[in-house]
């Protein structure tokens, strides 16, 4: 197999610029980050049940056992069944079941796989199962928006349903979209092709795909969209693509997206002290995507 090849060489000013009408935009993994803040959730919440257990509890040993890189990896299965969950959705055969329904029933389910079930209450559990309501933007998401939706229409699409997208967009202040647009306003999930042309629709490009851009870290995404003739922005976030920079389908991608915007700067908003937190500092995500659309 050949070397995976270098970025692609995109003119500071994409041709998409003038040609698009509108920006949609994946959520978990590229508007907001998931894998740390979740990770932090599950990892005090068992510190706070450990401190409180006696050393007689048969949870005890498995909870003084877990590491940080052991909820890390508790988080990664969990995100993992979301993910598998709303691949295997069929409408028409399946009858309708939210993310937030999963996402409850999922963490109920791993936790029994990991020997837990029983050491969080009902009410611990749906807790923990709200952390994905509460997840911070990247720190070039809010700003990076604001700029790009001064030329273009912008809209969530997510698998997420909208009391989900309403609280991440609450708990960020405000992200800056237009509109929040998810599966749920479609019946399906991506990538199933009527939720993209959907969202076509929603942001007034309805039988012209090619004016509307999908922005995603996931090539898959991208690819979806893709087919039903949309353009494609990729912008990289740390440990979110699950294509290998090895395979033959990764070094393709690099010839059919539009614009591929690498990994630099921008951290995470939010922590303790509310600023940009998570990564080194410089403009890059989707601020940078706001300079290649010349906003």
């Known amino acids: 197999m050949s070397s ?3 970025p692609p060489e995109i003119s500071p000013l994409s ?3 003038t040609t698009i009408h509108g920006l949609t935009f994946d959520i978990f993994g590229t508007t907001v980050s998931w894998r740390v803040p979740l990770t932090a959730l599950l990892t005090t919440a068992a510190a706070a049940t450990l401190s409180r257990l006696p050393p007689s509890s048969p949870f005890h040993p498995l909870l003084s056992s877990l590491t940080e890189a052991d909820w890390a990896r508790f988080a990664a299965e969990w995100h993992a069944a979301y993910t598998a969950f709303t691949r295997a959705f069929v409408p028409g055969r399946d009858a309708w079941v939210d993310v937030d329904t999963h996402n409850r029933e999922s963490l109920g389910r791993l936790l029994k796989e990991w020997g837990l079930e029983g050491v969080y209450g009902p009410e ?21 928006l604001e700029r790009l939706g001064k030329r273009f229409v912008t809209a969530s699409l997510s698998n997420g349903n909208r009391g989900l997208l309403k609280d991440l967009d609450g708990f960020a202040g405000g992200l ?4 929040l647009l ?8 991506k990538p199933r092709p009527e939720v993209y042309l959907g969202a076509c629709r929603e942001v007034g490009a309805e039988g012209e795909p090619g004016k509307v851009a999908m922005v995603a870290a996931h090539l898959e995404d991208l ?16 440990e979110e693509e699950a294509w290998g920079v090895e395979e033959e389908r990764y070094q393709e991608a690099r010839g059919w997206v539009d ?3 690498g990994e630099r700067g921008g951290g995470v908003k939010g922590g303790g002290g509310g600023g940009f937190v998570g990564g080194p500092g410089g403009e890059g995500g989707f601020e940078e995507l706001a300079r290649r659309l010349g906003v």
């Open 259 to 261: 614009v591929w915007v």
């Open 15 to 17: 041709p998409l610029s």
């Open 124 to 144: 611990e559990v749906d807790r923990l199962a709200r952390g994905w309501h509460e997840l911070p933007p990247w720190g070039d998401t809010v700003p990076g």
């Open 223 to 238: 690819a979806a969209a893709r087919r039903v003739g949309m353009r494609t922005v990729y912008v990289e976030r740390p």
């Open 182 to 189: 998810g599966a749920e306003d479609f019946g399906a999930y």
């Open 4 to 6: 995976p090849l270098p």
């Open 176 to 179: 800056g979209f237009w509109r």
